[in-house]
């Protein structure tokens, strides 16, 4: 049970003994309801109080410092004003203390001087190597019997359990603490970790997905200050130890209002991209708690399903109803149940009700009816989870049904799911379900909604590891020099020419070009370059090209390219005599191909991430684009053209032809390798890329990039 | 209190005397609970066991047959199996009983014999003139102590309180009562009305708009039988009487997969029209049952907002920052706080929590510092609703904060909202504020969202009635004859030009074009018709009559279109030399348009319906249409261009010039008009309307109408 740096946590889980610094006799008061809470939870060890002013605090004899305690002390609890944290902290790495939680706020959340109080303790635990939960937080519980410990101001400790919920909000783990105990929710570790001086949600993760008791992983966060490495933590978690990782991240309303240099910038929200992050990494992000723990309990409670096909069994039509319109635009099926199973319920189910999915029992249904639908169901091949709706009518046996799903539930490989639809009538019903683990919900739709985020887990942690492909072809030195002259220059918009340079170097296409300074190397420079060309007036001075006859379009041959050269110089020449002219620009003409838009920015949370969409009206209107966190493999490139709805155009649908999607898919891997090779280049935007049919290409015809 | 055809549905509700015809004294039986439950509940009258069998009942004397009460009866209540129900109404109808409730299953909702069943219980009813509720359903609920009805077998009476629920689910109405009850929600009338073989839930809006025992009126429907009546009842009860309708549609899986013929038709899925109908009528649609009680309680217990603007007040960020979040995308803003109430807070309130919106009183505040803040926000102009969200600390004197509140709450002309987080610590608090009819929501984002519904109904209300006009210049008679011709040819397609017909008969504006048979017609047909022209060969044999040099664009006068004609009939002749060729069609030729797109859908439950979009891509990726339902006025056409996504290129967006929408207003609303006359019109499709510029008009560039 290491973190990804090899530095265990077992010192803040199962200390063998804890000190409270800080604590004092006045009861309902924070300092003295941490060291109680630890003492009356009875941790599996010995709590010591210290404190310089008292003798004892509830009947335990007490230290005036921590370097008194004859015995080694493995963590130490500080409810110290924050002013003075830093001398308590001293004298625990004098006593050799590895582990300490500072409950105490007033740092960084408090502004400056706030920040150097932070920056002063974070020195002293460097220098005695000792590892910080905290500050400004409510602790941690544990509530595994080998140490049962309540390090927290909580009102009371949970039952145990099998999710972890890490809290980067102290308050709202009371919240929780309460909703749970309500539902009969247990938990194995319970962290408010706060400002995160040391250890992060990171360090947690990754020792919570070694926890032999933590089924389940759950996470409230309000800033993603390490993007990359949480994905990593996250995927760890997901992908090698199986353990769903569920995430609620606040502030959306907080969008970094920052000036949008470019579409990129504009369309990637820091929100987006973490939407982006959290799927990529396997993360299911929730909205609320509620919708965060209705889907917990169904992954923790009960096996992950095989596949996505749900029986709903009912005894009343309009809830079926409503479940089976929640699957609707869910990745959730409507299970279609096997000959077998049709007859069975044909024989055994009422006429009257409905013998197909959702499966009808009626009102007058009881324990025995409910039965015949639940274990047939459980039974056909089709299914690969049952939910089961009941609503209270005068003759439903709610306890017995109730009861006998707890039965069924416990020997079988396919999850169940009840809703038991009401309040009163049905608590008692609800009760036993919950505290035999069957996942319950008020509402059918909840329910589903659970049950898709275990199909959604399921698919997760089979996702195939995505390892960027990196291309040995490219001239990193090149474009690090363009970029470099750029950074002296104080340039924070690159001049198209080193754009290009750039691009180039990533063997971006760049459309074939070249600056012809008379006829003949015009016609030169278009037979090599391949017919169609286009020829356009290079120079500075002369803003509208086409108005003044200065571009000639669709050139077919060499001599058409002369003789155009010719005419645009003399265009020229007769609009705008005092302009100074560098030649004539000769580009291949791109004909049939649509345009679409590639993107890259920097995330203050994520670092480099790649947008892709569709060009002008797509991308502006609809806002029509696709994210992801750099670096990407080929499987997240073919997603990100996939999953734009406007890829439909690329595709060949309504009579098109199929444009070259996997020439996209290359450009989108060579960006993000320029991304994480240049963090320096702040936005990206190639518009338009010209894609032309499949087998022939594309070709970026104009790019941007800020650093 | 009359329905809109004037008739009264009081016998329903204040029976001054009830028979309960088909009771048994089988306890747990629904006709013995049907009867018992009126007898327990004590129904201010009398109420009448009649059962063949039994001389008495629970202790009540017992008749034989209805018509052997002495004194006259109000109400029949029918509970017997549904093969007698008809003998049993026959009997209520020689007693002169002129309401009936059928409890009974075992009609329509059973197949053939049931439709038989329950269409000679119409034929009874109509004789008599009888109005009967039901059947296949629970019965009602009157909880006004002038009346104190139970006649259902719910297992209890629900509180006395100013919400009226209607339902189609007879089951979904026992979880309803039992989820009301646990949340000390009351209801002034409670009605399953089943099979609504005759009152619907039209005739009990129309009821309830006028019961000044009743708020707010909540529904729940598996099928809208009559759309526009619907519409019209929910919007005398919104826009007339000031009562918030809140309803359910369940059912969006059923999707009727009818061959769709047409864009309209294949776009227009039957729930996205109902999403229409609803907020045409200013039903507000609700997607559970949790979500429209949540929303009810604010309606229901509150004043209406007078604006948006919510000021949010926490002792914990992390809730504060979720409630915000939910603003995101919703009609609520987030309360911006006057100078005076900034400094009243900045003084009051602890500097180290939040001063503006959302105000963090932080952890440790008890009632004293929420009564600062929530007094405060009320006080302020510039806020419209208060939301309260509260986290049990230690320190949190929970139920005195609640009592505040009420005690707030009492006096006060803005609303209130609560959000007590948790369960177990703040089911107290909980219960203070929920029997004092302050709404209480376990998730801040519930919270917010039903302070939104409220805002939502404000604007309902407000909503100017929107007239449609009736455009007199149209040729009715005209269409007609088309029409008929076209009906009595069987045919279902109408050809192009039967369809150009209609359009131009409702001064839909067809491309202004004629057939020429020489080239001096062709000359003449292009003067009159104004230059640019366009010139194609009219002939059903050549179908790709471009390919063969048929078509001839951009002629720009007299002389061309004259050459044109001759150079189309020589390239005709040479390509296909025996087509028959019915001469060459002149039209004027637009330039600089946008495409957008026309439909007229008749639907089965709302009756025609209208369609706007803007052409190719936009519609058939996006599905960026809009819908409503006909007849509409001017200021749905305006909704319908505006709402959307892709109106911004119309409008003058992205430095193009700004085309004349005004001219799409009076297309849809002539399209309306042509759809309300002529029913028999299936499907329509206009595409594309050719817009040009503000001023310039637009034009039917194709048609298509299926009947």
Known sequence: MTNAAGNSLDGFFYPKSVAVIGTTDVEGSVPFDIFYNILKDRLNGIVYPVSPGKKHIAGVKTY???????????????????????????????????SVII?????????????????????????????????????????????????????????????????????????VLDYAQGKHIGFSKFVSFGNKTDVSEIDLIYYLKDDPKTKVILLYLEEVTDGPGLMKAAEAAVREAGKPVLAIKSGRTSAGAAAAASHTGSLAGSDEICDAGFEQAGIIRCNTIEEMFNRAIALAYQPVPKNDRLAIITNAGGPGVLAADATVGSNVELARFTEKTQELFW???????????????????????????????????????????LTPQSMTDIDDIALNICKVGEHNEKPIYTSFMGEMDVASGIDILERHKIPHYILPEDMVDSFAACCTFRKEMAHKLDAPVVFKDVDKAAAEKVLDEAAKAGRHHLPEADAEKILEAYRLPVIPRAVAKSAEEAAKAAAKIGFPVVLKVESDDI????????????????????????????NAKKAKPDAKVDGVLVAKMITGADEVILGLKQDTSFGPTIMFGLGGTFVEIFKDVSFRVAPIGSISAKEMVREVRAYKLLSGARGRTRRDVAAIEECLQRLSQLATDFPQIKELDINPLMVQDEGKGCHVADARIMI
């Open 103 to 175: 409950i105490s706020a007033g740092f960084r959340e408090v502004g400056q001087a706030g920040i150097e109080r932070e920056a002063k303790i974070k020195a002293i635990a460097q220098k005695y190597g000792i590892r910080i939960i905290g500050p400004n937080c409510l602790g941690l519980i544990n509530t595994d019997p080998e140490s049962h410990l309540n390090a927290s101001f909580a009102r009371k400790m949970p039952a145990e359990g099998n999710i972890a919920f890490l809290s980067q909000s102290g308050a709202l783990c009371t919240a």
């Open 64 to 98: 005036k410092y921590v370097v008194d305690i004859e015995e080694p002390v493995d963590l130490a609890i500080l409810v110290f004003p924050s002013a003075v944290c830093h001398m308590a902290l001293e004298q625990c790495g004098k006593k050799g203390i590895k």
């Open 543 to 570: 803003v509208h090209k086409s108005d003044i006859g200065g571009v000639v379009l669709n050139v077919a041959d060499e001599k058409a390219a002369s003789a155009a050269y010719e005419t645009i110089m003399k």
């Open 347 to 389: 024989k055994k189910l009422p006429r009257a009700g409905n013998q197909s999915n959702p499966v009808d029992v009626i009102g007058d249904a009881r324990a025995d009816r409910y039965e015949i639908a639940i274990e047939g169901a459980l039974a056909d091949d089709n299914v690969d989870g049952v939910a089961v709706i």
